[in-house]
């Protein structure tokens, strides 16, 4: 699902999501290579028209690894060794945006973060299609949020032993 049905499904993650994005204005991206091993990647992610958007550079191997395999995991950046933020995970694929005006929402965006915006057609403007999430925090406790379309949000919480 596009982020905008996203945040209705899940804004407990959502908002976390959201914010955290706009922080780091960084996440790391899992792709599947060729060969069928993970690729890692950072890439900045946006939040535009509806849609959660990855920055890809025209030709780069993730953004290669996506046209062979729409499969991705967007993570947010770790704080530091403790991480008191948390861990956000989505999962889903991407699809590659070819409208014009979603194309320039993504633009748009890109220019009001840093300045700065990419040149048609030479760049890749992929938008996530969010098939679940989850959430993980450890600190006395652990808390750990997962989400789904099927089950809805589900939230536990144990001691940190």
């Not at 995991?73 to 409208?99: C, F």
Request: proline share 7%.
């Amino acid at each position: 699902m596009r982020w905008d049905a996203f945040q209705v499904a899940c804004p407990e993650i959502a908002e976390l999501a959201a914010r955290r994005f706009a922080d780091d204005q960084l996440v790391l991206v899992g792709t599947v290579r060729a060969d069928g091993s993970p690729r890692i990647s950072p890439t900045e992610p946006d939040i535009a028209a509806g849609r959660l958007f990855v920055s890809m550079m025209w030709r780069s191997p993730k953004a290669l690894d996506l046209f062979r395999d729409p499969r991705i995991a967007v993570h947010s950046l770790p704080s530091d060794r403790m991480n008191e933020g948390g861990d956000i995970k989505l999962y889903g694929r991407v699809i590659d945006e070819r409208d014009p005006g979603v194309r320039q929402a993504f633009r748009d965006a890109i220019q009001a973060r840093i300045d700065w915006a990419p040149v048609e057609p030479r760049y890749h403007c992929f938008s996530v299609d969010i098939e679940s999430a989850g959430f993980i925090r450890f600190s006395e406790v652990i808390d750990v949020w997962t989400w789904d379309p099927a089950a809805g949000l589900r939230q536990t919480s144990r001691p940190n032993e």
